[in-house]
């Protein structure tokens, strides 16, 4: 365990385990992240050394730590910043030299018990660069990066319509490098312990260890390690969601050797995401599932672009009459041609991953689909809920 | 040249589709739907009067 050690919260048990955080010149720092081959863990995997680079050959750059966890099926980021708040201090301070901050920002979900825990940290350190806790509304968009970046700038925690990014015009149309609170936790032991140290656990492509949320449990593996590893018999189960609600469906019998990295995921059509895995066990029914994640989705869009705030809605309500009824088989030409315009129109990605969702589910219970298209009852709908939402 | 439009500021008043149809359809909310294929020459004209007379100036033209 690197990150969910045993270690308790205060700044004297963080610094007895973890040592001093002693943050040497500024590209010996930059060398040593690059060297480590860290990805980001917020979901999209890109090269925190790269990231941080650009950010750093900008002016007044300014680092805003992301915690607010907006998937409902993850837990990773709250359990580290409850148990191990000066990890993630330490990596936002880390973060802060290595682009030449003088500002440090951190979002939390409004009303999460980490933000006092973090609150407290913070009083307890003294820092080079002052850190602001931001809290966030409670809503699946809330915590994407332009909505972030629109919250600290305007107080409204909506997506804007981008380009510039953030790494380009972010907080007060300055450089920003929005970082994943568990990337962080990673920058600054890897700012400690050095690159080599770092790259000796996991993946040699995506190294290291990373937290994971397995059916609501959060654990910590080496990247690489076998999704089925995570999971009880593979017999047991339908399907793997891997990747929370921005992922994909994997029917039970394709999840073999998959290991979890972005690799053997993108090859596999799903994506690693922020460490997601959820089962669906033999008995239930995954048309139902995705019904409610769909219903959840279109509930959680901000209201502000034409084609998620019409599309989302008309996609749940009609994957929801597939999966319970009444359902009129014309339905599926609208369905059909809801998924393929909908995606690539809104300002921010929300709606893109919701369709990726229901696409995948269309594809992996196919089986599924036609039984229910041709009105035969499905006894998995009387089953309790499985996804959370 | 390329055709985009701010999907925030869009509020569907379909102008658009009707001053630029080679180029923009309309889904069944009245939001547009653009061909994201540089713009042939021969629209390009349209393609600008398409934005200027977008009432939320959501309608904007991309140089590549």
Redesign the interface.
């Known amino acids: 365990m690197r990150l969910l050690t045993e270690t308790g919260r205060s700044l004297a048990e963080h610094v007895a385990t973890h040592g001093e955080l002693r943050l040497g010149n500024r590209p010996a720092l930059l060398d040593e992240v690059d060297r480590s081959g860290l990805l980001g863990r917020g979901g999209a995997g890109f090269p925190t050394g790269r990231k941080l680079r650009t950010v750093a050959a900008g002016s007044k750059a300014v680092v805003l730590g992301n915690g607010c966890e907006g998937e409902p099926a993850s837990g990773k980021d709250h359990r580290l910043m409850q148990s191990h708040p000066h990890l993630v201090l330490d990596g936002l301070q880390t973060a802060a030299h290595a682009v030449g901050a003088r500002e440090a920002h951190l979002a939390v979900h409004a009303g999460s018990s980490a933000l006092a825990i973090l609150g407290k940290a913070l009083t307890e350190r003294r820092d080079l660069v002052r850190t602001t806790l931001h809290e966030v509304p409670v809503r699946y968009v809330a915590s994407e990066e332009s909505a972030l970046v629109n919250l600290v700038n305007t107080g409204l925690a909506k997506p804007t319509f981008t380009p510039p990014r953030p790494f380009e015009q972010g907080i007060g149309k300055r450089p920003t490098a929005i970082n994943n609170v568990e990337t962080l936790a990673h920058l600054g032991l890897i700012a400690r312990h050095g690159a080599e140290w770092f790259r000796a656990v996991g993946d040699p492509d995506e190294p290291g260890t990373a937290l994971v949320t397995v059916n609501g449990t959060v654990v910590e593996v080496p990247t690489g390690t076998p999704v089925r590893d995570l999971l009880g018999p593979l017999d047991d189960l339908q399907a793997v969601l891997v990747g929370g609600y921005f992922g994909t469906w994997i029917a039970a019998a394709q999840v073999h050797d998959l290991t979890l990295t972005h690799r053997d995921l993108r090859a596999a059509g799903g994506a690693l995401g922020a460490g997601i895995v959820l089962s669906l066990p033999v008995g239930s029914c995954g048309l139902l599932e995705t019904s409610r994640v769909a219903t959840y989705l279109a509930d959680q869009n901000a209201g502000q672009c034409g084609p998620c705030f019409n599309g989302l809605p008309a996609i749940a309500a009609a994957v929801r009459a597939l999966a319970l009824g009444p359902w009129h088989d014309g339905e599926m030409a609208h369905l059909d041609r809801w998924l393929g315009i909908v995606p690539g129109r809104g300002a921010c990605r929300h709606p893109d991953g919701a369709v990726r969702f229901v696409l995948s589910a269309l594809s992996v219970f196919a089986n599924d689909v036609a039984r229910h298209r041709s009105g035969h009852p499905c006894t998995g709908i009387r089953q309790p809920p499985v996804l959370p939402v | 040249m390329r055709v985009r439009v701010?999907?925030?500021?869009?509020?569907?008043h379909g102008l658009c589709a009707e001053l630029l149809p080679e180029w923009i359809s309309l889904?069944e909310?009245?939001?547009p739907?653009i061909d994201e294929q540089v713009v042939p020459a021969q629209l390009v004209r349209n393609a600008r009067r398409a934005a200027a007379a977008c009432p939320t100036l959501a309608l904007r033209l991309q140089q590549d």
């Open positions: 701010n999907p925030i500021d869009c509020t569907a889904d909310w009245g939001y739907v």
